[in-house]
Antibody
Framework: EVQLMESGGGLVQPGGSLRLSCAASGFTFSSYAMSWVRQAPGKGLEWVSA????????YYADSVKGRFTISRDKSKNTLYLQMNSLRAEDTALYYCAKGQGIVVMTTSWFDPWGQGTLVTVSS | DIQMTQSPSSLSASVGDRVTITCRASQGISHYLAWYQQKPGKVPKVLIYAASTLQSGVPSRFSGSGSGTDFTLTISSLQPEDVATYYC?????????FGPGTKVDIK
């Protein structure tokens, strides 16, 4: 069974940093692109970032470009999101989600999703 | 960037009704369109990918159609367990934008 388990969320002050992790199991991790998707409280879904199976290609939403970095560790079957210069508008539930191919483009529909980890940016 | 719009933003229908949700892309995305269902307090779940392919395990009352810029999700006979918010998503090119969602409830 494919499973994704996020961790690393919490309360952080504006301007602070946080690193999210997503532990993957049940599939060949390096064969699939992965993404982070967030959902602010009471709001819709917002795609944040994606990385190819090899880790060689990365993509970001304009809202996080230059502040967030996506990466993956094949040896640990883990996806990461390093979040710097956090703002109040980054407050959200962050999901990791599995793509359907090794490349990002045209395969990034998401199944399954993790349960999410909550990031709150507040002073 | 490709913008995704959905209509209506919410709807209320009776059990057994046929329900249609429309999604429009600001530019052509071929068939690279997915639909998700998110029940209150739950994780999103994919219903349809490639505009019209039903994901395994999804009830056959759900169907999708369209290509290019205009897409439709249809629930042929609304059931109480279909109360949820439905999102479309472009995956033709990054950023992989979601529509704003359509909230469906029972009249």
């Amino acid at each position: 069974e494919v499973q994704l388990m996020e961790s690393g969320g919490g309360l952080v002050q504006p301007g602070g940093s946080l690193r999210l992790s997503c532990a993957a199991s049940g599939f060949t991790f390096s064969s699939y692109a992965m993404s982070w998707v967030r959902q602010a409280p009471g709001k819709g879904l917002e795609w944040v970032s994606a990385i190819s199976g090899s880790g060689g290609s990365t993509y970001y939403a304009d809202s996080v470009k230059g502040r967030f970095t996506i990466s993956r560790d094949k040896s640990k079957n883990t996806l990461y999101l390093q979040m710097n210069s956090l703002r109040a508008e980054d407050t959200a539930l962050y999901y990791c989600a599995k793509g359907q191919g090794i490349v990002v483009m045209t395969t990034s529909w998401f199944d399954p999703w993790g349960q999410g980890t909550l990031v709150t940016v507040s002073s | 960037d490709i913008q995704m719009t959905q209509s209506p933003s919410s709807l209320s229908a009776s059990v057994g009704d046929r329900v249609t949700i429309t999604c429009r892309a600001s530019q052509g995305i071929s068939h690279y369109l997915a639909w998700y269902q998110q029940k209150p307090g739950k994780v999103p779940k994919v219903l349809i990918y490639a505009a019209s392919t039903l994901q395994s395990g999804v009830p056959s009352r759900f169907s999708g159609s369209g290509s290019g810029t205009d897409f439709t999700l249809t629930i042929s006979s609304l059931q109480p367990e279909d109360v949820a918010t439905y999102y479309c998503q472009n995956y033709n090119s990054a950023p992989f934008t979601f529509g704003p969602g359509t909230k469906v409830d029972i009249k």
